[in-house]
């Protein structure tokens, strides 16, 4: 089975804008879109719409959405609408949601495992047509039930970083949805999704994993590199301490980004990131660098690779050099 592909848009753009990048994916070969969702940037179902009425066959769905500021029965109501909308093309993806943006809204995270194993199962009980009685310990359903029916399965890939979570979508889920670009990393995420596997007597070519990769590609190595350098302070500055420890990044680097972002210079966090920092989180170079980078996850275990931010530093022509000189090498 060839390497499957997809794209990471945050529709931070107007909806126009981000409809026609779309477009321009599934013209140059992509199978799947993946639209974030923060409350703080235009609403990712409303762009999913667009995008799927734009579209023939590209596979689109947030990527993710979570339980906690949109209840899983919305959820299976919206994504089947997609998937009708789209003729098919729907795919859910579903996190624990990210601590921060809730927290600006009062939300926290509680028992984010419970929430979402309670979410897929609602979800999918939903969408088999079920009136659904549910007493779990985050959500509580009293004879709930949808008016329509999805005519199509729906995969649910679950965004995972934990080993808990990890586990849980080896387990439930169609797909996992890891943000991540080193080998090392899958390593170590693939172990967790494989015991999830293994509880639920499913076989590994049931779980699609994906590689939510920060990507930088340019004809010019340095001039890709440069452009993932802010992408890659930030994630270096949320990373644990137990994963900057496994890529050697040193303190020191990692305490010059932390006070530069803490004082809002994003600029000086950015010229902190080291090579090492670079290698570890993300894929950056030129086209033929890329591909031999995800040669390497694809040899433990990564079925699919989804390019996220920043893409390169011209987002269009690297989407160009994306569809025509690394999809083109895995298929
Ligand atoms: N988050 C968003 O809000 N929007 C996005 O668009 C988005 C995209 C995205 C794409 C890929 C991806 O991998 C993640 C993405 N995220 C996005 C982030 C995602 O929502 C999560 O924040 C992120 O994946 C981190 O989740 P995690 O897998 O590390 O899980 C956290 C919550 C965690 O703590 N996990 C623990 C673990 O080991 O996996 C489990 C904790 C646990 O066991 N909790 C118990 C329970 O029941 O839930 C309760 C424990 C207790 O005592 O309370």
């Known amino acids: 089975m060839p390497l ?7 529709p931070t753009t107007t909806i126009d804008g981000l409809v026609s990048s779309i477009v321009q994916a599934e013209n140059l070969g992509f199978d799947y879109v993946w639209v974030t969702d923060h409350y703080t940037n235009r609403c990712t179902y409303i762009a999913l719409t667009a995008a799927a009425l734009n579209t023939k066959s590209i596979k689109l769905g947030p990527g993710v959405t979570n339980p906690f500021h949109v209840h899983p029965a ?15 093309r729907a795919v859910l993806g579903l996190g624990p949601g990210d601590r921060s943006t809730l927290g600006q809204l009062g939300i926290s995270l509680e028992k984010p495992l419970t929430a979402v194993r309670e979410a897929v199962e609602i979800i999918r009980r939903l969408w088999a047509g079920e009136t659904v009685n549910f ?14 029916k999805p005519s199509t399965p729906i995969p649910i ?3 995972a970083q934990g080993p808990k979570m990890l586990e849980l979508a080896g387990a439930i889920g169609d797909g996992v949805l890891i943000n991540a670009s080193h080998p090392k990393d899958f390593e170590v995420a693939v172990k967790f999704i494989k015991e999830g596997v293994a509880k639920a007597g499913k076989s590994m070519d049931k779980v699609d994993v994906v590689a939510y990769a920060a990507l930088s590609v340019d004809e010019s190595a340095s001039k890709a590199r440069d452009a993932a350098k802010t992408v890659v302070a930030f994630i270096v500055a949320g990373a644990p301490d137990e994963v900057l420890e496994r890529h050697g990044i040193k303190k020191e680097e990692v305490n010059a980004i932390r006070n530069a972002l803490a004082k ?3 600029p000086g966090a950015s010229k902190a990131v080291s090579d090492a920092s670079l290698d570890a989180f993300s894929i950056s170079g030129t086209p033929e ?10 040899k433990v275990g990564v079925t699919q690779f989804v390019a996220g931010s920043p893409l390169g530093p011209k987002k269009k022509a690297a989407m160009e050099m994306i569809g025509r000189k690394i999809i083109t090498a895995f298929k």
């Open 157 to 159: 890939y679950i965004g």
């Open 264 to 266: 809002g210079d994003i």
């Open 74 to 88: 919305w959820t299976a109501s919206a994504i089947a609408t997609l998937n009708e909308v789209s003729n098919g």
């Open 4 to 10: 499957k592909f997809g794209v990471e848009f945050v």
């Open 135 to 148: 007493t779990g310990s985050v959500f509580r359903l009293t004879n709930a039930r949808l008016s329509f």
């Open 289 to 298: 660098d890329c591909v031999t980078k995800i040669e390497q996850l694809v």
